[in-house]
């Protein structure tokens, strides 16, 4: 069964440092999400994404966050200096057809800690 | 402002009981409501969603979900729990002319089954 495969599913990091997590969407899916989870709290929308931009972004998602589909399989989350608030799990999710009532399929998640 | 509340953090049952997770919304307009799974080391996965059909929505392992207007409730049940319903339970909504994909999460229920 086709599935969303996140790297790293662990990452510590240095306060101040970039760092990228990595997301494979299924492979006819044409919408694509990140979501977060601080421990203990609720998931968050992020960003979503489709034909090559974002179609939208929450209030999280500031200047310290981009996203890219650098080629025909990945779609990358990049945190360019990390604060310790960015201590999350973050999910990556793919959809095929973008609708409010569509399945979105999540990864398994990329935990990040930053010290 | 939308809102999901899951009343219980936490859910222990005996196997073989009733299992009843609940999920309330806030919203003046019907949205599209959706439960999520979380195994241990894996994605989300979509158990069931209600999208304006029918108000008793049957699901994947034998779950299934009540949508209550008069309530704005979504709970979730399962007449008999087995060990391996033992996961994390995420109650979620969408709304009609948000950005597609958009889920607002409650803060999820772990679930506990006894044998």
């Known amino acids: 069964e086709p599935e969303v495969t996140q790297t790293p599913s662990h990452q510590v990091t240095q306060m101040g440092q970039e760092v990228i997590l990595r997301c494979v969407p299924i492979?006819?899916?044409?919408?694509f999400y990140w979501y977060r989870q601080i421990l203990g709290q609720k998931v968050e929308f992020l960003v979503s994404?489709?034909?090559?931009?974002?179609?939208?972004k929450s209030e999280i998602f500031d200047d310290q966050f981009s996203v890219e589909r650098p080629d025909g399989s990945n779609f990358t989350l990049k945190i360019r200096s990390t604060k310790l608030e960015d201590s999350a799990m973050y999910f990556c999710?793919?959809?095929?057809?973008?609708?409010?009532?569509?399945?979105?399929?999540f990864g398994e998640g990329s935990r990040l800690t930053v010290l | 402002a939308q809102s999901v509340t899951q009343l219980g953090s936490h859910v222990s049952v005996s196997e073989g009981a009733l299992v009843l997770l609940r999920c309330n919304y806030s919203s003046s307009v019907p949205p599209y409501l959706f439960w999520y799974v979380q195994y241990p080391n894996q994605g989300l996965q979509l158990l069931l969603k209600y999208t304006s059909a029918a108000t008793l929505v049957k699901g994947i392992n034998g779950f299934e979900a009540e949508f209550k207007k008069s309530e704005t409730s979504f709970h979730l049940t399962k007449p008999s729990a087995h060990m391996s319903d033992a996961a994390e339970y995420f109650c979620a909504v969408s709304y009609r002319g948000s950005t597609l994909g958009r889920l607002y999460f409650g803060r999820g229920t772990q679930l506990t089954v006894w044998p």
């Open positions: 999710a793919s959809s095929e057809t973008g609708s409010n009532t569509g399945e979105l399929f």
């Open positions: 994404f489709y034909n090559n931009e974002i179609s939208e």
């Open positions: 492979s006819n899916h044409l919408y």
